[in-house]
């Protein structure tokens, strides 16, 4: 959307003045305000979007507290979705942390609380026989994205039932804010299938459903007539599945990979990121792939996702499945998952150890993570837990007595879940940890030297992905397109193209990683023939014209 663009719209008055996707409100001009029937319905003075933006940051800084900012930020993103993101757009770095993590986990924890008024849609299970209706109920015709989550496993804080709802909206504002997806195309929707949290449903200003969760094949089947609906209702449409319980992602996207665009971010946009990482972090030191060997802790959909793709990626690297399995140690809470563990998850059972090649350690359940790090003798620590802590000095200093520049993940949201801080990291290792985290940190300083820290979020890949999908046409979300994705994310690394500076890109350039991933993507699913159409407009071209940026329009 550019300044000169001239639109036609049949609102008017106050209802134009309540859309949150029209309104301009001191901004609209002289015009405007007769043809649209506005005058005195706003202050006389009118203002540019330059101006506005600059009071509400007043208004924004005005807040100490990170949650009343959010607070702000999301009052202000239901008045005005163009100022929004324009305040977001120009200050990134400073406002991420506050609509994305690790802020968005406290309104989540407390969103009945800060509650002021519904987007997106909630479906609730009592609601299942008017899906349809539902969905008919949304104005937008043209939905290019949704984010779906069920408020299971919101970030490492658990059942948050509807309050879950905190984490589709912030999503979806970095699909806008990182990846130009035109906000009036996403939609962010939570499935309301009752809680198990025992606070929420003793808490009587609860907004969710007051019911134990569904489970089983009556939870299936609501998951299905949902996915029914949105396939008739947005045939074209990008399902993004978020933060659904280990016992529901990979099951879910198992079923519904095949039949529609979807993926799931925690088990795959994860996988993207963290194997973005590894690229750049074995370009920087000079060392390949198939050589690292790579301790987990935390064995669920997030680390046994990462794991395989790790495992094609050390494929793709020259080593057979079997070795690439071999340099993979996954730690969960009953300590290493070996091959004799009976009732581990089938997701976990191809990345379980032989109990012959480690049987001389004599590991129990109760072992120490620094006595399996100690045998393992890892170059790479990835913590996907949702515990914090568990990265010790013992265990840090464990791993650097056998690797001189380790490669340290604690990947954990939000900030008070994760394994270790990266100043403890860097101080254990004298300063020679590569060290990216899931929520953001400042650089740390050791002795006057600062060390940049990078945040190791799916954030970097999903925006890139749903802009190389809505480009390409692409119906489907391939193993090969996450593949491209990983590869052009290492390829905007500053220490693996310098040797300075942190493991992956500053959010500072977040717009240009995005349009990087999204052109791999795109590329890559016109290869595999997953698109839709014919159109022979060269792919940067329909990136650069898919990508929305936050300027009024002229109501003519
Ligand atoms: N940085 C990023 O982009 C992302 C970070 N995450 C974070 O990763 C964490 C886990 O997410 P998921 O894998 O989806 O959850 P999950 O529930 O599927 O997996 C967590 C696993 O950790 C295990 N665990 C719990 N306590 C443990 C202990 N003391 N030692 C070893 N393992 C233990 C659990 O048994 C479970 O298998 C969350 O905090 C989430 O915020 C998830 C997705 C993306
Ligand atoms: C980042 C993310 O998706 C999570 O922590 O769940
Ligand atoms: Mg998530």
Known sequence: MSSQKSVTIDQQGSALLSNPLLNKDTAFSEQERTTYGLRGLLPFQIETLDDQAKRAYQQFS????????????RELQDRNETLFFRLVSDHLEEMLPIIYTPTVGEACQTFSHIYRGSRGLFIAYPDQDNIDTILANVDQDDVSVIVVTDGERILGLGDLGAGGMGIPIGKLGLYTACGGIDPAKTLPITLDVGTNNQDLLNDATYIGWHH??????????????FVAAVMKRWPNVLLQFEDFAQINALPLLQKYRDR?????DDIQGTAVVALGTLYSACKARQVQLRDQRIIFVGAGSAGCGIAEQIVAAMQEDGLSEQEARGRIFMIDRNGLVTDDMKDIPDFQKKLAQPTTTVASWNLTAKSA?????EHVKPTILIGVSGQAGLFNEDVITTMYRHCPTPLVMPLSNPTSRIEAVPADILKWTQG???????????PVNIDGTSYPIAQCNNAYIFPGIGLGIIAAQAHRVTDSMLMAAARALSDCSPVAQSGKGAVLPSFKDIKEVSLRIAEAVAQQAVEEGVTEGRDSTPLKERLEAHFWTPAYACYG
């Open 260 to 264: 529609l665009c979807c993926f799931n």
């Open 62 to 73: 005005s807040y100490e507290k990170a949650i009343d900012r959010h607070i702000y930020l």
């Open 432 to 442: 020679n940890a590569l060290v990216a985290t899931g929520s953001p940190f400042e």
């Open 212 to 225: 134990e969760r569904i489970r089983g094949e009556e939870y299936y089947n609501f998951v299905e007539r």
């Open 369 to 373: 993570l620094s006595t399996i790090v």
